[in-house]
Every structure is written in structure tokens, then in C-alpha cells.
């Protein structure tokens, strides 16, 4: 049954909303991380977006602002029984739009991670293509870790959120300082010569474990990262989403036996942030960037 468009209202999210977005992207098959809602909220409270008729959620989008910076879309979603309804397009996605327009400062860019089946609509607002980010699964196997390695918690945290905004390209401390500190999960750095020159992060999630990010300066020290946060996830499967354009990424996810099962293509509205890519192995989320 279709939708009267007139009724159609898109409002800020309250935060149990996003427990239904959630809810909503595991159906997907995006498989969220367990405690990942309350950090993602508490990232920007003002940043997620509800579409609704007759009070009913048909809708959901995301517009995260890291200190106006820097936007990302994500969590766009249309119930399935109401999709070919042009909630999703034009309606929502002019609302996150404007948002972007209205909460980021003149000239600053916003990233998306969207499936593949919606990059020729995300094209037609205005979204260039960057690069395939992929996700890669595979099992968790046992690994000693190498002496370098170190709990992140041992790390002065000044230099971890310098290494991760040289390749997010933005800080995010907010969103951060949680992150690093997963419950059920492992964040570890990689330390030589005093200098951080690695960090990875990986949480449990509804089926198995996501390591995100990985951040390496060479692919040895990424290979290290990967083979003791996948020690972590012993048995259970393990997931990576590695962006395409990182050869040395994708060699180490054959490494390690993972395959391809899902991806999403990175597009930027305005200038792509001049990132690192060579030193990114895995991306932290699709859902915040």
C-alpha cells in the first residue's frame, strides 16, 4: 500500500529510534556492532533523522557532523514495504542534504558508504565515487602476538587521536574515546621507537567480530595487528572492511583466508579528504565513516 506523501514527515531522531535503525541494518545484513548505539548517539545526538507517517517509522538516515567539518551519511534506510515510494529519494535524502548544508561549515565535505545498487542515485545529488570499500570474512585463529604490541589503554591518548585523525582526516574524539575501549572487544596499538605506527580495533557484533579500523604504517605491522585482534575472535567469524584501492589490504585479507561477502561504494559530495589510503586496511564503520 502506497504511502500518502502529504502525511510524510522527517523529524530529528529521539534516541530509542536508533535502536530501531539498528535493529533495521542488522535485517539489512549489515550486522552492528552489540555496543555500538550508544557510541554512535552519543557522537552527535543531532544527527540522526526519522521519516514517519501517521507516527509510523517508515525511514531513517543519518547526517554525523564531526565538529562541522566533516559530514557522513549513513543508517539511510526505507522500510521494505514502503521502498519505491520516493521516501528514501528525493524526500529523506534532501533532508539529510540540507542538513549537511546547514549544520557543516561552507566548503566542508561529507562521505557515504552506500551499497552499490544506490551509487547511480547518490551520483545524481552531486556524489563522486573514491573507491569500493569491501567487506572481507573469514575465522578467527588463534596467534601469538608480536612484542611490539601493546594494549591501546598503554598508549598516551594524545597520540592515538593524532594517528587516527592523520587517517580519518578529522577528529573525532567524542565518538573516539569509547570507541577504543570496546566492551567484549580489543583495541591494540603497534609501538616502536616510541612512536605509534598501528592501531586496530575489534568488537563483537551480532554474528562474530569486526575489526575496525586497522591503520598501519607498512603491511607487516598491519599483518601483526590483524593476526592478534583476530585471536580475539577465535572461532567466531571475523570481518574486515578493507578498502579496495589498498592492494597490500586486500593481499592480507587473502592472507588470512577471508572472502568478500558485501561492500559499498565510498563516494564524497565536495573534495574527498586527501586520506592515507595506502596506510588504511580496514575502515571503522560503514555507518559513521
Not at 554512535?40 to 543519518?62: K, N, Q
Amino acid at each position: 500500500m502506497f504511502l500518502p506523501m502529504n502525511e510524510l514527515s522527517i523529524r530529528q531522531m529521539r534516541r530509542e529510534d536508533l535502536d530501531t535503525a539498528v535493529a533495521w541494518a542488522a535485517r539489512e545484513g549489515w550486522n552492528p556492532g552489540l555496543h555500538d548505539t550508544p557510541v554512535f548517539w552519543e557522537t552527535d545526538p543531532e544527527g540522526y533523522w526519522a521519516a514517519e507517517v501517521g507516527g509510523e517509522l517508515v525511514g531513517t538516515g543519518s547526517m554525523v557532523s564531526y565538529g562541522g567539518e566533516y559530514g557522513f551519511i549513513g543508517f539511510f534506510i526505507v522500510a521494505p514495504e514502503h521502498r519505491h515510494e520516493r521516501i528514501g529519494f528525493p524526500h529523506l535524502g534532501q533532508a539529510l542534504l540540507k542538513a549537511a548544508r546547514e549544520r557543516l561549515k561552507p566548503g566542508a565535505a561529507v562521505g557515504i558508504d552506500g551499497v552499490f545498487a544506490a551509487q547511480d542515485a547518490y551520483a545524481r545529488y552531486g556524489f563522486t565515487f573514491s573507491h569500493r570499500n569491501l567487506r572481507m570474512e573469514g575465522t578467527g585463529k588463534a596467534s601469538t602476538p608480536a612484542g611490539y604490541l601493546t594494549e591501546l589503554s598503554m598508549v598516551p591518548y594524545e597520540m592515538v587521536a593524532e594517528y587516527d585523525q592523520r587517517h580519518f582526516g578529522y577528529a573525532r574524539e567524542v565518538f573516539l574515546r569509547p570507541w577504543i575501549s570496546p566492551p567484549a572487544g580489543l583495541a591494540l596499538g603497534a609501538v616502536r621507537d616510541g612512536q605509534l605506527c598501528g592501531y586496530g580495533v575489534v568488537r563483537q557484533c551480532q554474528s562474530g567480530y569486526k575489526i575496525g579500523p586497522l591503520f598501519a604504517d607498512d603491511a607487516r605491522i598491519a599483518d601483526d595487528l590483524y593476526g592478534a585482534l583476530s585471536d580475539r575472535a577465535f572461532g567466531e567469524p571475523v570481518y574486515l572492511d578493507t578498502p579496495e584501492s589498498n592492494l597490500d589490504a586486500l593481499e592480507l585479507a587473502q592472507r588470512h583466508g577471508l572472502k568478500e561477502v558485501f561492500g559499498c561504494a565510498r563516494m564524497y559530495l565536495g573534495p574527498a579528504p586527501a586520506l592515507p589510503w595506502a596506510s588504511i586496511y580496514g575502515v571503522t564503520t560503514f555507518e559513521l565513516g
